[in-house]
């Protein structure tokens, strides 16, 4: 569904991204996973379209996007760094979201529990609930795809499990989800497809048995291909 | 469309729940207040002696003497306070990358840049619109409003407040954090005074540029006249610079140099195209922008003229011939020529000004305007008529109670209460209803 093909991404002559080929399938959690400053986080804006590669192609549907325009209509994207607005009430934020996306269903509302922070300032809700409030901004914007950048960062174990039963829903309809993440017992669990950067390129890529049988490891953890990939 | 409406209704929600905007409308409060109170004392005290003498009371004008120097503080008050006001109004949404959230609702980025400058656009209509008390409250105690000049006067306030807002989204889209933002807008309007202050200097390329500096151009408007070619330039810079900063706020746009590059450029050529618009008119009711009627009527009637000025253009007496003459000149005659004369010529005529009509030529070392038209009478043949009775300006002098101008104090304390009471209806409403 999605496909890159060799894309280069330099800031101020540092080569962030090199060469990245990859291709994304439909109705599958991808998760792109790789040690700090491998360019995750620039890899999602890039095929979101915020960021434009200095060489290579995206396509979508085999239709070739060049701009954040064109690829809007497919992808819904949630930011790592996103402070929503922090002056207002939950219910103000939430019934801006409700009137401009025409969201009449509440089942996703209530979902992410968030009539228990109804009434507070966003300014004052704990980290996890602040993130469980992006997530339900990400998922409430209908789009085949879902690109989410370090979706659980904040959560404590039981919000972890309750947000992944809601993600593995989405995929349930078709839906497509691309996720960066750090945690990787959360990432052996939730994902189908791992994508391993590292210094810009793709080391790896395929299902946890593909990338087992690629580097020999016998033990079902992602932590050991992740090592062994990594020294290479 | 509807989408749209919501999100300006939400853009004016912001600035109504920023503390910025409430500390400005209060300071608003306590500066025109202060201003109104000062300017009608003043007023006040000098009609005590116009009120027994007519020719005294000719020199009475509300506009220049109470709204402009009340209006003044608004001039302060946009220039050093208004930057913070707008510009939180995009570099919030850049600092909080809420940006990215709007524009993946349906909203295009120029949309969002066109609601983020309309609502802006209400707002400062709605400072503008805290000066009404002043008009309404000066009317109640017998003070007469020149309609014409004060709304010359609230559209001068309009303009530049749309300039202030041009900077503020300006140095909002270019810099990331509210400070650097807010400094760089004070920046960019002290710098514009600056250019203002080079109008004294015996330097003809500073003194030259000095047409270009905002304050310049707003002076028509205080002086009562409406410059086509002013208000025209007032509106360019806007635009430029709402473009600019459209450009460096949208992460959409690729070709970013390419569209600033051809921006520059038009906006140079709609400038060189505006240096020949030359339409000027005086709203003032005494007129004092411009010659008499019959003298208008005598300039209409005679033949083009030259003008040959022996002076050089920084000199004190070429600029009172501009300002007393050749600006009421323009108003008229738009066919005069004027030269100002330079090398060894200069110097061997320096301080003659002549005037060539039907051939004939006069000489004159005065720069006054009786002085000229007794010359040009003589140049032409024809003569001045006495000016009708009715069509001399009777000037409005007015002596107002001791402390009467004081109650506006309480109007805007009042208004400024409610403000304050908006705000904390809008921040902290409880809020009851559940889903």
Redesign the interface.
């Known amino acids: 569904m999605i496909s890159l093909n060799k894309i280069y991404k330099t800031y101020e002559n540092v080569t962030v991204l090199k060469n990245i080929t990859l291709s994304i399938n439909k109705g599958t959690i991808t998760g792109i996973i790789g040690p700090n400053g491998a360019g995750k986080s620039t890899l999602l804006k890039i095929i979101t379209?915020?960021e434009?590669p200095n060489k290579g192609e995206i396509y979508i549907d085999n239709m070739h996007v060049m701009?954040?325009?064109h690829i809007?209509p497919f992808i819904?994207?949630m930011?790592e760094?996103?402070?929503?607005?922090?002056?207002?009430?939950v219910?103000e934020y939430i019934d801006?979201l409700n009137?401009?996306?025409k969201i009449k269903n509440?089942n996703l509302?209530n979902l992410f529990f968030l009539?228990n922070i109804?009434?507070k300032r966003i300014k004052h809700l704990s980290k996890g609930w602040h993130q469980r409030l992006k997530l339900y901004?990400a998922l409430s914007?209908k789009r085949p795809v879902y690109i989410l950048d370090e979706p659980f960062e904040g959560f404590d174990p039981l919000q972890m499990q309750h947000i992944i039963e809601i993600l593995l829903s989405f995929v349930k309809q078709s839906k497509t989800i691309i996720l960066s993440i750090h945690e990787l017992s959360y990432a052996q669990r939730i994902c189908n497809d791992f994508i391993l950067l590292n210094k810009g390129e793709v080391v790896a890529q395929g299902t946890l048995n593909e990338l087992k049988e690629k580097y020999s490891v016998k033990e079902n953890t992602l932590e050991k291909i992740f090592i062994k990939a990594l020294e290479g | 469309m509807k989408?749209y409406l919501?999100?300006l209704f939400?853009e004016i929600k912001?600035f109504l729940?920023?503390k910025t905007t409430y500390i400005f409308i209060i300071l608003l409060a306590i500066i025109l207040s202060y201003s109104f109170y000062s300017a009608v004392d003043l007023y006040s005290k000098a009609s005590l002696t116009a009120v027994k003498d007519k020719l005294y009371a000719q020199g009475f004008e509300p506009a220049s003497g109470i709204f402009v120097p009340t209006l003044g503080g608004l001039f302060i008050l946009l220039s050093l306070f208004a930057p913070f006001v707008f510009i939180q109004s995009l570099i919030n949404e850049k600092?909080?990358?809420?940006l990215?959230?709007l524009?993946?609702?349906?909203?295009?980025t120029k949309g969002i840049f066109y609601i983020k400058s309309l609502s802006s656009f209400i707002i400062l209509i709605g400072f503008i619109l805290l000066t009404l008390p002043i008009f309404i409250y000066w009317h109640l105690i017998g003070g007469h409003i020149p309609y014409s000049e004060a709304l010359l006067l609230l559209s001068e306030y309009m303009l530049y407040g749309l300039f202030i807002i041009a900077v503020s989204f300006f140095s909002a889209s270019i810099f990331k954090t509210h400070a650097q933002a807010s400094i760089f807008s004070l920046f960019l309007i002290i710098l514009s005074w600056f250019i203002d202050f080079g109008k004294d200097m015996n330097i003809p390329f500073v003194s030259g540029i000095t047409k270009f500096s905002i304050t310049h151009n707003l002076k028509y408007f205080e002086n009562g006249t409406f410059s086509l070619s002013s208000t025209l330039y007032l509106l360019l810079i806007i635009s430029f610079l709402l473009y600019t900063a459209y450009v460096f706020f949208n992460?959409?746009i690729?070709e970013k140099t390419i569209r600033l590059i051809l921006a520059i450029i038009l906006f140079i050529s709609l400038m060189f195209i505006n240096q020949n618009i030359h339409f000027n008119a005086d709203l003032t009711e005494s007129r004092k922008a411009s010659f008499s009627f019959e003298k208008e009527r005598f300039l209409k009637k005679i033949p083009a003229f030259t003008i040959d000025i022996y002076l050089d253009p920084g000199d004190s007496r070429a600029k009172d011939f501009e300002n007393d003459f050749l600006k009421k000149l323009s108003l008229v005659k738009t066919n005069v020529k004027t030269h100002y004369i330079k090398g060894k010529e200069l110097q061997d005529n320096y301080g003659t000004i002549v005037f060539t009509l039907n051939n004939k030529k006069e000489r004159t070392f005065s720069t006054s305007e009786e002085e000229i038209f007794i010359i040009l009478q003589k140049l032409s043949g024809l003569s001045i008529k006495k000016e009708k009775t009715q069509q001399i300006f009777p000037g409005y002098p007015l002596v107002v109670k001791n402390g009467w101008a004081m109650y506006l104090f309480i109007i805007y304390s009042i208004l400024s209460v409610l403000s304050i009471t908006i705000y904390y209806m809008i921040?902290f409403k409880p809020?009851k209803?559940?889903?």
Do not use: C, W
Not at chain 1, 81 to 89: G, K, L, N, Q, S
Not at chain 2, 95 to 98: G, M
């Open positions: 379209g915020i434009y701009s954040f325009n809007k819904s994207y930011p760094r996103m402070t929503i607005y922090p002056e207002y009430h219910y801006f009137k401009v996306l509440t509302f009539e109804y009434t901004t914007i | 989408s919501i999100l939400k912001d729940k920023s600092h909080n990358n809420t990215l959230l524009a993946q609702m349906p909203f295009s992460f959409s690729r921040s809020f209803k559940r889903r």
